[in-house]
DNA sequence: CTGTTAGCGCGTTCAC
DNA sequence: GTGAACGCGCTAACAG
């Protein structure tokens, strides 16, 4: 019914200028605190909102940013996105949330997009298909600023946003050495992604550090898909030599690898300890016998956000890589008793 | 590096109006099947990329929805957005998430601020606390269409999508009824909120069909936060006399439920059985003692895309409702063997 | 078929 | 402190 109010609107009952109420409702200084006052006052009256397209299309800054992750609905994208989403309303940013469901095609149109929507920075977790680099070289070319978070990109030196994967990897395989495993299965993807990669490395270093070898048939590579958990998981359990141990590098995988092995009546953490990749609130409930990696999802969300800021403010990008804290979840009933 | 290109640009280079370059762009049939494909061509050549939000000033329109849920991050309302931003950009639709934390005041707030960036269509799951809708009038008053999903709205008569909370209250306690339990209590939320108020409904029909007494003590109301669910489930076990099935109304609610009553040494279904509500993927994982209803939140977020879409194009909008099917997810192993 | 004109609603000069 | 004028990039309306 009501027809939108413009600013025009507004000074035309007030006998005065559009300019004014403009600088009046972005309380401006410039503008007399009594006539402010006045037409603040009126602008609430008629109900007046603030048309911010025609203002992004004139101030050539729209205040939003593009968010780009594979899958929306997987509770560590989410969470991340929750995290963005809090910091970025704090600070006075929209969010435009895309999926890009891991694929290359997907990926780069939505970036297409949200480019022409004139975002004013751009978040992405780049989808596993991700080798070509030509889109984000294209984001930076019109200078909008770009932080990777989760997933890095090998060609492009880009500020990325992850845990220490190394670290992690590390301290998983050495929690089921103290554990008193001897015989530790990894569970990894393609050695070309960089957060597998770097964790299966952390694996072998703690093998080595503690006097064990590492042995190419027990690092079972896949696409890490729900499905292959059970996969892997039969692997393992067809083995001659049975493992004692296995450290899975992703979320999903684990949980339905772990699945397997109850069914399978397998005893865990006694037969087989576990380690995985934390898919909270799963995580909390599924199984005590898991332990699990905490990526900490909003918090990674929350520096990205923050890393973004910050080159929509300063241009220079010192840091190319923020590391955001990650901790070994250990529950009392996954602890070996031997 | 490369500055902006615009359709002024293009039309200086090829010595024609900007108006058929915009045009042409539009792949209009109103431009020579020849030109248009050298301006296309050109476009392409110099990296041009409308800009969306001048075409929206002109235009009038967004070709953007918003969607404003309670939380994200629950795997319930991700799963919904997922289904809803598939649909979208199917229709050519792009999607601005809003979480309202399940507190009005932020609800109002997001809702204004998806106005003022002039979105063409809402998509809303009003927050617990919603009793005032004044800000939804306001939307209506607007002219922007408004669609609800899972939860219903009192005073307004809006097209809301959610499953059928009566039936499904009404199978969930059937299934405990067919299953032998004779003592069954239901963990319900304010009956303020339709949702509760049904699905409660459906429980006391199930009972009263199959010859059992509504006995008020066995009905515990509570905010069903996910606390709820362990303060409920001791309520549970200190009743005098035990019951033998628990209903739950939510999914939160039924899970940590359930996690006390296994840590109790309660056994699922054999002492009490159990219904909640689903939470994929927890549901799949959590405990094969646990019958739920599944809602479909993906289908619900593509019944809520549709609706909305329709009302974009024609005015009428003729039904008021709309139901998604919903169904229970009943194991083999959350059957009682007596 | 294509060009011309005139804004969309707002922000930003400049003068005053 | 305030107002007039202009332009952001694109498109609707009307010519021709």
Redesign the pocket.
Same mark, same amino acid.
């Given at each position: 019914m009501k027809k939108?109010v413009?600013?025009?609107?507004l @000074?035309k009952m007030l006998?005065?200028? #559009? #300019?004014?109420v403009?600088? @009046? &409702? @972005?309380n #401006?200084?410039?503008?007399?605190q009594?006539?402010?006052d006045l037409i603040q006052a009126k602008a609430k009256e008629l109900g007046?909102?603030?048309?911010?397209?025609?203002?992004n &299309?004139?101030?050539?800054r729209t205040l939003t940013i593009g968010v780009v992750v594979p899958y929306i609905s997987r509770y560590f994208f989410s969470t991340v996105i929750a995290g963005i989403e809090e910091h970025a309303t704090e600070n006075g940013y929209q969010v435009i949330i895309c999926q890009s469901h891991d694929q290359i095609e997907r990926e780069q149109q939505m970036i297409q997009t949200l480019l022409s929507y004139q975002v004013d920075g751009l978040l992405v977790s780049i989808s596993m298909e991700t080798e070509n680099t030509d889109h984000l070289k294209h984001v930076l070319n019109q200078e909008v600023p770009l932080v990777l978070f989760d997933r890095k990109c090998n060609g492009l030196s880009l500020p990325t946003i992850h845990i220490d994967d190394f670290q992690m990897g590390y301290e998983a395989t050495k929690h089921l050495i103290d554990q008193g495993c001897r015989r530790i299965v990894h569970f990894t993807g393609s050695d070309q992604i960089s957060i597998y990669h770097d964790r299966k490395q952390g694996y072998c270093q703690a093998l080595k550090d503690h006097g064990l070898v590492v042995s190419e048939e027990l690092i079972l590579t896949s696409a890490l898909k729900e499905a292959d958990g059970k996969l892997l998981a039969q692997q393992v359990l067809d083995m001659p030599l049975r493992p004692d141990g296995i450290f899975c590098a992703n979320d999903l995988t684990a949980i339905s690898a772990m699945q397997l092995l109850i069914e399978k009546g397998v005893k865990i953490p006694e037969d087989i300890a576990f380690v995985g990749f934390s898919n909270e609130p799963l995580g909390n409930y599924l199984s005590p016998a898991l332990t699990s990696v905490n990526q900490n999802p909003k918090e990674i969300g929350k520096v990205a956000m923050q890393t973004l800021l910050g080159e929509l403010s300063t241009k220079p990008s010192p840091d190319t890589d923020r590391l955001v804290p990650a901790h070994l979840v250990v529950r009392a009933s996954s602890l070996k008793k031997g």
């Amino acid at each position: 019914m009501k027809k939108k109010v413009t600013i025009h609107d507004l @000074a035309k009952m007030l006998n005065i200028d #559009s #300019s004014t109420v403009s600088r @009046a &409702l @972005a309380n #401006s200084p410039r503008v007399k605190q009594k006539t402010r006052d006045l037409i603040q006052a009126k602008a609430k009256e008629l109900g007046y909102s603030r048309n911010v397209v025609a203002s992004n &299309l004139r101030s050539k800054r729209t205040l939003t940013i593009g968010v780009v992750v594979p899958y929306i609905s997987r509770y560590f994208f989410s969470t991340v996105i929750a995290g963005i989403e809090e910091h970025a309303t704090e600070n006075g940013y929209q969010v435009i949330i895309c999926q890009s469901h891991d694929q290359i095609e997907r990926e780069q149109q939505m970036i297409q997009t949200l480019l022409s929507y004139q975002v004013d920075g751009l978040l992405v977790s780049i989808s596993m298909e991700t080798e070509n680099t030509d889109h984000l070289k294209h984001v930076l070319n019109q200078e909008v600023p770009l932080v990777l978070f989760d997933r890095k990109c090998n060609g492009l030196s880009l500020p990325t946003i992850h845990i220490d994967d190394f670290q992690m990897g590390y301290e998983a395989t050495k929690h089921l050495i103290d554990q008193g495993c001897r015989r530790i299965v990894h569970f990894t993807g393609s050695d070309q992604i960089s957060i597998y990669h770097d964790r299966k490395q952390g694996y072998c270093q703690a093998l080595k550090d503690h006097g064990l070898v590492v042995s190419e048939e027990l690092i079972l590579t896949s696409a890490l898909k729900e499905a292959d958990g059970k996969l892997l998981a039969q692997q393992v359990l067809d083995m001659p030599l049975r493992p004692d141990g296995i450290f899975c590098a992703n979320d999903l995988t684990a949980i339905s690898a772990m699945q397997l092995l109850i069914e399978k009546g397998v005893k865990i953490p006694e037969d087989i300890a576990f380690v995985g990749f934390s898919n909270e609130p799963l995580g909390n409930y599924l199984s005590p016998a898991l332990t699990s990696v905490n990526q900490n999802p909003k918090e990674i969300g929350k520096v990205a956000m923050q890393t973004l800021l910050g080159e929509l403010s300063t241009k220079p990008s010192p840091d190319t890589d923020r590391l955001v804290p990650a901790h070994l979840v250990v529950r009392a009933s996954s602890l070996k008793k031997g």
